[in-house]
């Protein structure tokens, strides 16, 4: 990945291989694009409810597992109410 130093202490959201969504604060990484995240939480989308916020505290993303990083407008996402969203779950990424 390209540098990443850009997003150190920035909110960002995280899309995985495996189709999650991992929103938090990046507090690091190192030369293979592993990324620690602190007051990091899961977005799990769903068609039937809202969006459900799972707490993850502190958390290493393994590089080869990030398929997106993108740094997050903090008032923006703050004013969206993640209850009224109905999404389908992305689906894992295979190649």
Partial sequence: MASLQGFVDQRVLLILQDGRAIVGVMAGFDQKSNVVLSDSKERVYSVEEGVEEIP?????VKGDQIVLIG???????????????????????RY
Avoid: H, K, M, N
């Fill in 56 to 60: 993850l505290g502190l958390y290493l």
């Fill in 71 to 93: 740094e997050l407008d903090e008032a923006a996402d703050q004013a969206v109410d993640l209850s009224a969203i109905r999404a389908e779950p992305l689906p894992p990424i």
